[in-house]
């Protein structure tokens, strides 16, 4: 985790910095905010004081109305000229949130290695930073709508202070005592705040992602076939209940402020009145003087009010935007612009790939899943990595994909280490059909070509579907290769069998035309007979090109150049198909007994007919 410390006036300068770059007239927009903050609630104390002193002192209806006319243009022309900054600021602050900030979020997503987005600990680091910049009134907001209001709340105080110690400095004490223990409480309740954070995040993803599968459509079937409506229910009414007991902790903490403000507030009072009556009954105060000096007390305590209330706002925000910071600043360890150009030839013919003493284990493992593993890919060759399932086979691929790093040993493309290479550069080079096959809502044809349907070259998605034998399926479509997957954003949207999936994602390795093809258990949904008919097609597609294909079952081995049998994260044999029969030791087994069932199968098939 990086361990940078974010502090809070760096995280406004940082903020701000982004905001005057993206609009630098919001300099004056802020700084105006501040002026008229102030001088609207200055305004409001200094009034009532001028009318009374208008009717006491001078006595004359038309010196009142002057000075109410006066006050009300004032008055009206900061309201306006408040207004129409809040309205401007507003709307960069939420801009600049959503185009800069949260824009940024979803770059470094998109271009951070994948083992920064896919373990646990980074997906609550990401789901905190996304809050900072996703929410209307939250992190980011949070910090721009309060910070000036903080200047402006803090100037009110030094001037109302300096005011009122002119009537009496006991009114001061009592006020700053009133402001000191409230702002204690105030820290204690930002203290369980920041405890309970982590958890009530927690609990808020685990809450979001039941309800996304309840409105699952690929959930439905099992959700109603295996009744687990009251497993959802329960689910949620356990997160719920939680997060009502964290809520009210801070709820309590948050009461424990507002009666100690209830306490002062009467004290303050008694004292102030108190204090004020007497200068008026001695004659050392006029009337106009005790309605301002009434003014100031009341506007005195509303200003230290008003900065606790800002300050918890800001520091709320700024525990946001800390996370925030920690994500965009968690440092990728593979190379991109920095990492070396990959050569042109490799682009046409794959060079070679090697394992070399290869370990790797998970953060949070205690031992190695993939133990000094050793291989090469000649450039045009077939290899099948074969083995149990939970052997280590996927990882493996990834690795090979520059989404995990060793822990020991090194992968050389080219007698490059793939630490070295431009990793954006490298992926070009591959291929890959994972086992979870995910579509967009977009067209076929922008699913098999990975690109906005402007940007495709439709001539040949039509020639790449009809290598992968899928063509005449949807050139019976009435929008044929534009019509749209799924139903998420078009309700026309079509959904495909999981054979014609995996004929898409032949079409897509096609359309990309890389020189390395790598196939994680592609089949593994499928029938037997399907399964040997896809990898004919994965056959014929791969001619000329390197490939490794990942699998628990061996119908991808025949017409591999070697075969890699994987078992308990070591590479215990390697050898053709024939010789590792020949050799009669574990491939062989699993070989035989996938054989004797398949037969089986057949011979079931046939006795059911």
């Known amino acids: 985790m990086n361990g940078t410390k974010y502090t809070l006036f760096g995280n406004v300068r940082y903020i701000y910095k982004i905001l005057y770059g993206v609009k630098p007239v919001m300099r004056l927009a802020v700084y105006g905010s501040i002026f008229f903050y102030l001088a609207l609630r200055v305004i409001g104390t200094v009034t009532l004081a001028a009318a009374v002193g208008s009717i006491t002192e001078k006595g004359r209806t038309s010196h009142y109305l002057m000075v109410m006319a006066v006050m009300l243009a004032v008055y009206l022309v900061c309201q306006i000229g408040s207004q129409y900054i809040k309205v401007w600021s507003d709307y960069y602050y939420e801009t600049t949130q959503n185009k800069e900030f949260l824009m940024q979020l979803v770059q470094k997503s998109l271009h951070a290695d994948y083992v920064n987005v896919e373990s646990p600990a980074q997906q609550r680091l990401m789901t905190r930073a996304t809050h900072a910049v996703n929410l209307y009134r939250q992190g980011v907001n949070l910090m721009y709508t309060n910070y000036p209001l903080i200047v402006a709340t803090a100037a009110g105080i030094v001037l109302y202070s300096l005011t009122i110690?002119?009537?009496?400095?006991r009114i001061l004490v009592i006020i700053v005592m009133m402001s000191v223990v409230s702002s204690l409480l105030e820290a204690r309740s930002r203290k369980y705040r920041a405890q309970t954070m982590d958890e009530q995040y927690r609990i808020w993803g685990r809450y979001f992602y039941l309800k996304q599968q309840t409105i699952s459509v690929e959930n439905g079937k099992d959700i109603r076939i295996y009744n687990m409506a009251d497993w959802f229910r329960s689910g949620f009414d356990r997160l719920e209940g939680r997060n009502i007991v964290l809520t009210a902790g801070q709820c309590r903490r948050k009461y424990a402020v507002s009666v100690s403000d209830a306490l002062f507030v009467a004290a303050r009072d008694l004292l102030a009145y108190a204090i004020l009556?007497?200068?008026?009954?001695?004659?050392?105060?006029?009337?106009?003087e005790f309605t301002l000096g009434l003014g100031v007390v009341a506007g005195l305590a509303e200003w230290f009010a008003n900065l606790r209330y800002h300050i918890s706002y800001l520091l709320e925000g700024n525990l946001m935007v800390c996370e925030y910071r920690k994500m965009m600043d968690y440092p990728n360890q593979f190379l991109r612009e920095e990492g070396m150009g990959i050569p042109r030839e490799w682009y046409e013919k794959m060079p070679v790939v090697e394992f070399k003493n290869v370990s790797f284990r998970y953060e949070e493992g205690e031992e190695d899943i993939l133990k000094d593993i050793s291989f090469c890919i000649q450039p045009g060759e077939k290899i099948a990595l074969v083995g149990h399932n939970g052997a280590g086979k996927t990882t493996l691929v990834k690795m090979l994909c520059g989404f995990y790093h060793p822990t020991g040993g090194e992968i050389l493309i080219g007698g490059h280490s793939i630490e070295t290479l431009n990793l954006d550069e490298y992926h070009d080079l591959l291929a890959v059909i994972f086992q979870d096959i995910n579509m967009m809502p977009v067209s076929i044809a922008s699913?098999?070509?990975?690109?906005?349907?402007?940007?495709?070259?439709?001539?040949l998605v039509r020639t790449c579907l009809r290598r992968a034998g899928l063509w005449k399926d949807i050139e019976a479509l009435e929008r044929r290769e534009l019509t749209s997957m799924t139903q998420t954003f078009d309700p026309d949207g079509i959904q495909l069998s999981g054979g014609m999936m995996q004929k898409l994602m032949l079409a897509r390795c096609l359309y990309k035309d890389a020189p390395l093809l790598v196939l994680d258990e592609p089949t593994a949904a499928l029938d037997p007979i399907a399964e040997n008919d896809m990898y004919e097609e994965y056959k014929a597609a791969t001619r000329k090109k390197s490939a490794l294909f990942i699998s628990h079952r061996l119908a991808s081995t025949k017409f591999c150049d070697k075969?890699?049998?994987?078992?308990?994260?070591?590479?215990?044999?390697?050898?053709?198909?024939?010789?590792?029969?020949?050799?009669?030791?574990k491939y062989a087994e699993v070989f035989k007994v996938q054989s004797q069932y398949y037969q089986e199968g057949d011979a079931d098939s046939h006795e059911e007919e």
């Not at 200068?279 to 105060?285: A, C, E, F, N, P």
């Not at 699913?447 to 001539?459: L, Y």
């Not at 078992?567 to 050799?583: C, P, S, V």
């Open 563 to 585: 075969i890699l049998f994987l078992e308990n994260g070591r590479i215990q044999e390697t050898g053709t198909h024939d010789e590792l029969l020949a050799k009669n030791g």
């Open 277 to 288: 009556t007497a200068g008026v009954l001695d004659g050392s105060l006029s009337i106009a």
């Open 447 to 459: 699913n098999v070509s990975g690109r906005m349907e402007e940007d495709t070259d439709m001539d």
């Open 165 to 169: 110690s002119f009537f009496d400095w």
